[in-house]
C-alpha cells in the first residue's frame, strides 16, 4: 500500500533530508579538504580561489613521510601495538564475560558492578598510578608497556557480558550432557554465536589504540618506539613547524593515520551493527 504524503509531510521530509545533507557535508568536507591538501604541493595548499581537488596530484609527500621521515617504522609499531592490544581484549573480556555470565560464585553480581563502577572513573585519573606501576615494572619504553595496560576493558566485559546472557541456557545444558567441559562450551558455543559482539569490541579497540596519543607520549620515549599519533604530533611541534608549518606533508600523515581506521570499520560496519542489537546495548 503507497503512503499518501500530505504536503505539511512533504515539506518536513524536505526540511529534514535538507539538515541531514548538511550535517553530512559538515563531516565529510574536512576529510575531503585533508586528502586534497595531501596530494598539492606544498606552498599551493592555501591558492585562492581554493582548489578542492588538486589540478595535478602530487604524491611527493607521501614518499616522503616514508622515505625521508620514519613513518614506516611508526605504522609498524602502530599495527603491533594495536594487533596485540585488540587480540588481548577478545581473549581476555570474553572469558571475564562468560565467567560473570554463566559461571555462579560468591559475590558474582557484587565484583561486576564493582567491576562496572571503573568505567565511571576517568583515564586521567588512574594514568599517574598506571605509570608508576610501569616504571616500576621496568616497562618503560617497550612494547609490554604500550600493549598490557590495554589488554582488558570494563566496556568490552559488560558488551560480552550482555551478548552471552541472550544465548539460550539449553544450549549450555545439551553441551554439558555431551560431556563438553566449560572450555568446550565457551569456545565451541558461545564464542561463535557471539562474532557480531566480537568485532564490536575489535574495532573499539582498534580505534581506542590506534588513535591514542596520551600513553604513548608517556612510554615510548625514543624514536623507534613512537606510534603514528605521537610520530606525527613531534612532527607537528618541530621549531620550523611553527614558522613554516608544510600543511600538505602534514595532511598526508594525517591521511595514512586515519586510513586503516577507515577501512576497518567499513569492512566491519556490519557486523558492529548486529553486535549492538544482539548484545542489547540500546543508544
Do not use: H
Amino acid at each position: 500500500m503507497v503512503e499518501k504524503l500530505t504536503p505539511q509531510m512533504v515539506i518536513t521530509r524536505i526540511v529534514g533530508y535538507g539538515v541531514l545533507i548538511l550535517v553530512a557535508g559538515m563531516m565529510i568536507v574536512p576529510f575531503m579538504w585533508m586528502v586534497s591538501t595531501s596530494l598539492k604541493t606544498p606552498g599551493t595548499e592555501f591558492s585562492y580561489p581554493p582548489e578542492i581537488l588538486p589540478t595535478q596530484l602530487d604524491l611527493t609527500n607521501y614518499r616522503t613521510l616514508f622515505l625521508n621521515l620514519p613513518f614506516g617504522r611508526y605504522f609498524l609499531n602502530t599495527l603491533f601495538i594495536t594487533l596485540a592490544t585488540v587480540a588481548g581484549q577478545l581473549l581476555i573480556c570474553s572469558l571475564a564475560a562468560y565467567g560473570f555470565a554463566r559461571l555462579n560464585f560468591m559475590g558474582r553480581d557484587t565484583i561486576f558492578v564493582l567491576y562496572l563502577t571503573t568505567m565511571m572513573i576517568p583515564f586521567q585519573i588512574t594514568l599517574i598510578p598506571l605509570y608508576l606501576i610501569i616504571t616500576q615494572l621496568g616497562w618503560v619504553n617497550t612494547y609490554q608497556g604500550l600493549i598490557v595496560p590495554g589488554i582488558s576493558s570494563a566496556f568490552g566485559i559488560f558488551l560480552l557480558r550482555q551478548s552471552f546472557l541472550n544465548i539460550p541456557r539449553d544450549y549450555q545444558d545439551a553441551a554439558r550432557i555431551d560431556g563438553a567441559n566449560e572450555w568446550q562450551i565457551f569456545s565451541r558455543i558461545f564464542l561463535p554465536l557471539n562474532g557480531p559482539t566480537l568485532a564490536t569490541l575489535g574495532v573499539f579497540a582498534f580505534m581506542g589504540t590506534w588513535t591514542d596519543l596520551i600513553w604513548p607520549l608517556l612510554i615510548a620515549r625514543n624514536e623507534q618506539m613512537r606510534t603514528l599519533e605521537l610520530g606525527l604530533a613531534y612532527f607537528n611541534a618541530r621549531p620550523n613547524a611553527f614558522l613554516q608549518p608544510n600543511w600538505p606533508l602534514l595532511m598526508a600523515g594525517s591521511v595514512v593515520v586515519m586510513l586503516p581506521v577507515l577501512i576497518v570499520y567499513i569492512v566491519a560496519q556490519r557486523y558492529f551493527v548486529q553486535g549492538i542489537a544482539l548484545s542489547g546495548v540500546k543508544g
